[in-house]
């Protein structure tokens, strides 16, 4: 089956770092996708790593190991703003449409405190 | 600027009425998918499209049915054979590329619906 799992919920201070890990087990990889959710509004694409390794954009880094399905969220000098939702999603392969059917984990929810 | 109107942002409805979401895209995109939040669960996909006048079915689409009839235009009627249609439903779009970077999905502000 696929899955995939994350922690339900995580508490950090303003200006400090969070990892958030995600795991994963899925019929195949073609992608891993992080994306931002405040509350009651749509999801925000964040980052994807399709190869092993750390993507750094700003204040998020993404780090990814295919042979541990494995993957985390690093944030850094944490801000009140980013109390969120943040949602690991996997695209588990291409398929003949090459259709970007990802498959989402349950969401990690990061309270920022000051 | 580019985006997803999803409207309404609200809905109410009674047991066995069908109830029809609108999701309009000016992004250019060719893929467009439904997909329903519940609390506790991840993002599940329901129906998904990757050209005009055509659709497939996603993981929960018992008691949807969509419609693609333009490419800026991808409605979601929830019908009284779902279930438990009490959700918050986000409709989302893409490019249709294979490089997996290249479809990252743009999501709208989504629709709530509760059934009374």
């Not at chain 2, 959700?87 to 893409?94: E, G, H, N, Q, V």
Request: proline share 4%.
């Amino acid at each position: 089956g696929q899955n995939i799992d994350q922690p339900t919920e995580m508490t950090a201070t303003e200006g400090a770092i969070v990892q958030i890990n995600c795991t994963y087990q899925t019929s195949g990889f073609n992608g891993l996708f992080w994306y931002q959710q405040h509350a009651g509004e749509a999801p925000t694409f964040l980052s994807y790593n399709v190869l092993d390794g750390l993507e750094e954009k700003g204040r998020f880094s993404s780090f990814l190991s295919r042979s541990k399905g494995y993957s985390y969220l690093l944030l850094k000098e944490l801000q009140m703003k980013d109390s969120a939702s943040y949602l690991c999603a996997v695209r588990p392969g291409v398929d003949g449409g090459a259709t970007n059917k990802l498959i989402f984990g349950t969401g990690t929810l990061l309270a920022v405190q000051p | 600027d580019g985006g997803i109107t999803q409207s309404p942002k609200y809905l109410f409805r009674k047991e066995g009425q069908n109830v029809t979401l609108s999701c309009e895209q000016n992004l250019n995109h060719d893929a467009m998918y439904w997909y329903r939040q519940d609390p506790g669960q991840g993002l599940r996909l329901i129906y998904y499209s990757q050209i005009v006048n055509d659709f497939q079915k996603g993981d929960i689409a018992e008691g949807y049915s969509v419609s693609r009839e333009k490419k800026e235009s991808f409605p979601l009627t929830v019908t009284s054979a779902q279930k438990n249609p009490t959700a918050f439903y986000l409709c989302a779009s893409s490019i249709f590329l294979r490089d997996p970077g290249a479809n990252v999905l743009t999501f709208g502000a989504g629709s709530r619906l509760t059934v009374l």
